[in-house]
């Protein structure tokens, strides 16, 4: 497992095993790793001779693109511990690339071209974290453009990162595959996060509320329930009761996360709330039944 931290040399040994003829897979993550990260590599490695795991804590998708809020400061740092989580795994990554911000945005992110994904940036999370998702649409096409991978790999717990990296693959016509990773949880349910450190014991604890809110909307769904509105409302009581503090409670399309009705057949329900330090998202599918 090689470490690498500049773009030259990125390209380089990409170059190598494009000349062989060799299928190349990325991930990119911000570090702090925990088992859902590995298990994204895991399909990577499923769907490639050769693995890319990018760790970057992006400047660019913190606090409204100042890049000096506290989030973006206090984000977890655990190169080493996340280099050894990557080396213990069945099937380690050939290339941890972990550049430093000058390497991404050479003339400072604020002065760097970026990257709008329209409309399904701005709503849901886009609403509460004003210019999030140029930063995360900027950096996913940097690293894109890098290491020119077959395949990309992201988990489905940030469902619509996952949308909004789509649509701009799409729109973009970059030649990869995007592959979506079912969340990973703990055994209580809840959605694994490298925002889980900042809950204490206590809240880990009650944070299992937020899934099973999720579950409860869904099974309300199911049972022929088609006041959306109350459903999203009580689901949004029941964690203010619990000691969340919820931004939203939405379901929604799955293919553009507009606005579900009863007649479409794919939705998705989403959650985001906060819980003491810890801003906490999660979703759940909901397939319309015969």
């Given at each position: 497992?090689?470490?690498?931290?500049?773009?030259?040399?990125?390209?380089?040994?990409?170059?190598?095993?494009?000349?062989?003829?060799?299928?190349?897979?990325?991930?990119?993550?911000?570090?702090?790793?925990?088992?859902?990260?590995?298990?994204?590599?895991?399909?990577?490695?499923?769907?490639?001779?050769?693995?890319?795991?990018?760790?970057?804590?992006?400047?660019?998708?913190?606090?409204d693109l100042s890049g000096d809020g506290g989030d973006f400061e206090r984000y977890?740092?655990?190169?080493?511990?996340?280099?050894?989580?990557?080396?213990?795994?069945?099937?380690?990554?050939?290339?941890?690339?972990?550049?430093?911000?000058?390497?991404?945005?050479?003339?400072?992110?604020?002065?760097?071209?970026?990257?709008?994904?329209?409309?399904?940036?701005?709503?849901?999370?886009?609403?509460?974290?004003?210019?999030?998702?140029?930063?995360?649409?900027?950096?996913?096409?940097?690293?894109?453009?890098?290491?020119?991978?077959?395949?990309?790999?992201?988990?489905?717990?940030?469902?619509?990162?996952?949308?909004?990296?789509?649509?701009?693959?799409?729109?973009?016509?970059?030649?990869?595959?995007?592959?979506?990773?079912?969340?990973?949880?703990?055994?209580?349910?809840?959605?694994?996060?490298?925002?889980?450190?900042?809950?204490?014991?206590?809240e880990r604890q009650r944070a299992a509320l937020l899934y099973q809110t999720l579950?409860?909307?869904?099974?309300?769904?199911?049972?022929?329930?088609?006041?959306?509105?109350?459903?999203?409302?009580?689901?949004?009581?029941?964690?203010?009761?619990?000691?969340?503090?919820?931004?939203?409670?939405?379901?929604?399309?799955?293919?553009?996360?507009?606005?579900?009705?009863?007649?479409?057949?794919?939705?998705?329900?989403?959650?985001?709330?906060?819980?003491?330090?810890?801003?906490?998202?999660?979703?759940?599918?909901?397939?319309?039944?015969?």
């Amino acid at each position: 497992m090689k470490i690498i931290d500049t773009v030259a040399g990125l390209r380089t040994t990409v170059a190598r095993w494009r000349a062989n003829g060799e299928r190349i897979a990325l991930v990119p993550t911000m570090g702090n790793l925990h088992t859902g990260h590995l298990q994204l590599v895991e399909q990577a490695r499923e769907n490639a001779h050769r693995v890319i795991v990018s760790i970057f804590v992006n400047p660019m998708q913190f606090s409204d693109l100042s890049g000096d809020g506290g989030d973006f400061e206090r984000y977890p740092r655990t190169f080493d511990e996340d280099r050894k989580k990557l080396s213990a795994i069945d099937h380690p990554p050939d290339v941890i690339f972990s550049p430093a911000v000058q390497a991404m945005y050479p003339a400072g992110f604020q002065q760097e071209t970026r990257i709008e994904v329209p409309e399904i940036s701005n709503m849901l999370c886009g609403e509460y974290r004003p210019g999030h998702f140029v930063g995360v649409a900027t950096v996913v096409a940097k690293l894109l453009n890098m290491a020119q991978p077959d395949v990309a790999v992201f988990g489905e717990k940030d469902f619509q990162q996952l949308r909004v990296i789509r649509r701009l693959v799409n729109d973009l016509c970059f030649p990869v595959e995007i592959i979506g990773v079912p969340t990973v949880r703990e055994k209580n349910g809840l959605a694994m996060s490298s925002r889980n450190a900042y809950l204490s014991d206590e809240e880990r604890q009650r944070a299992a509320l937020l899934y099973q809110t999720l579950q409860q909307a869904k099974q309300q769904i199911q049972a022929g329930e088609k006041d959306f509105a109350m459903i999203q409302t009580q689901a949004i009581a029941k964690l203010s009761e619990a000691g969340f503090r919820p931004e939203y409670v939405e379901i929604r399309r799955t293919e553009d996360l507009q606005k579900a009705t009863n007649a479409d057949e794919h939705r998705v329900i989403l959650v985001a709330a906060w819980l003491g330090e810890a801003r906490l998202i999660d979703n759940i599918v909901v397939e319309k039944q015969e």
